[in-house]
């Protein structure tokens, strides 16, 4: 007997499956016709939901982004969370840290993705500000930090941690331990903070 799945459940049970074979397998080393025989479908309803595996992948794309912001979200505007915690928590919980991320991480950083990797980068970028102007300006109401800039600051720090701490970047652990203590102690002065009050917040976003 046929069964009937509503168009979202199918969708998901596609990209659930597609998740696992890219993730298992390599992007480049799954076809949709592995997909196919997974799910047990026919060619035909998957293209009904997607083109192509291109397409699959900019749905897993936007799903794991969707659900990471989502995530911030309720962290980032949970004000009974201390603000220097709330900023930790929300950095934590914007780390894309699942095989769907590793797959996106992994095309992502290959030269002939850089289109995607600017993309994916711009569109996390573009949902994550309002939140940490949020906590920004909660930080600044308590007398913890103050710029005239909010927004224009957290592009700079955003901007700056993703270059310094970009997955294509590796280094040694003293080389890293350098970055990381430049990194906490440039954002302080981005943020007027006293010197070392970040420091407490930050380490542990390191050392997980």
Do not use: C, W
């Not at 499956?17 to 025989?37: M, P, Q």
């Not at 840290?97 to 002939?112: L, N, R």
């Not at 949020?134 to 600051?153: C, S, V, W």
């Not at 007027?192 to 050392?207: D, H, Q, Y």
């Amino acid at each position: 007997m046929r069964i009937v799945k509503e168009a979202s459940e199918r969708k998901n049970e596609i990209l659930d499956v597609a998740e696992r074979l890219f993730y298992e397998r390599g992007y480049d080393n799954t076809s949709t016709n592995d997909i196919l025989a997974e799910i047990g479908i026919a060619r035909g309803t998957l293209y009904y939901h997607f083109k192509s595996k291109e397409d699959i992948l900019d749905a897993m794309i936007e799903r794991v982004l969707n659900k990471t912001i989502s995530n911030a979200k309720k962290v980032a505007l949970d004000e009974s969370i201390p603000v220097l915690k709330r900023l930790t928590l929300t950095v934590i919980a914007s780390n894309v840290d699942t095989k769907a991320g590793d797959v996106i991480i992994e095309q992502a950083h290959k030269p002939q993705n850089a289109l995607m990797h600017f993309k994916i980068q711009e569109m996390f970028t573009n949902q994550l500000v309002p939140l940490y102007v949020k906590i920004i300006n909660d930080g600044i109401k308590e007398n913890l930090m103050y710029t005239e800039y909010p927004e224009d600051t957290i592009r700079m720090i955003l901007s700056y941690a993703n270059e310094a701490f970009d997955e294509k970047n590796k280094f040694d652990p003293i080389v890293s331990s350098r970055m990381i203590q430049a990194f906490i102690t440039n954002t302080e002065l981005l943020l007027n903070m006293k010197k070392g009050s970040l420091k407490e917040a930050m380490e542990p976003i390191f050392n997980r």
